[in-house]
């Protein structure tokens, strides 16, 4: 991962930009899983959804993981 990243002028860890990334993804996800109906196999959707936030933003991290700084 990279140290910060600036938006106007800003400066934002990385980590809350994947954050909300994957938050917009799994919102998305979400909604069409709710449509296909897939919500009906699972016993507690609270528990899948931040299963599924929890991967996405692993996924975010680990495909940027190397533009980061070397150690």
């Known amino acids: 991962?990279?140290?910060e990243i600036s938006i106007g002028g800003v400066f934002?860890?990385?980590?809350?930009?994947?954050?909300?990334?994957a938050l917009g993804v799994t919102g998305v996800l979400s909604?069409?899983?709710q449509i296909i109906g897939v919500?009906?196999?699972v016993a507690y959707r609270?528990?899948?959804d931040?299963?599924?936030f929890?991967?996405?933003?692993g996924l975010a991290v680990?495909?940027?993981a190397h533009h980061g700084l070397q150690s």
């Open 31 to 33: 909604r069409l899983f």
């Open 54 to 57: 929890i991967l996405l933003l």
């Open 1 to 3: 991962m990279i140290g």
């Open 12 to 21: 934002f860890p990385p980590l809350l930009l994947f954050g909300l990334l």
């Open 50 to 52: 931040l299963a599924l």
């Open 39 to 41: 919500y009906r196999f």
């Open 62 to 64: 680990l495909l940027t």
């Open 46 to 48: 609270p528990l899948v």
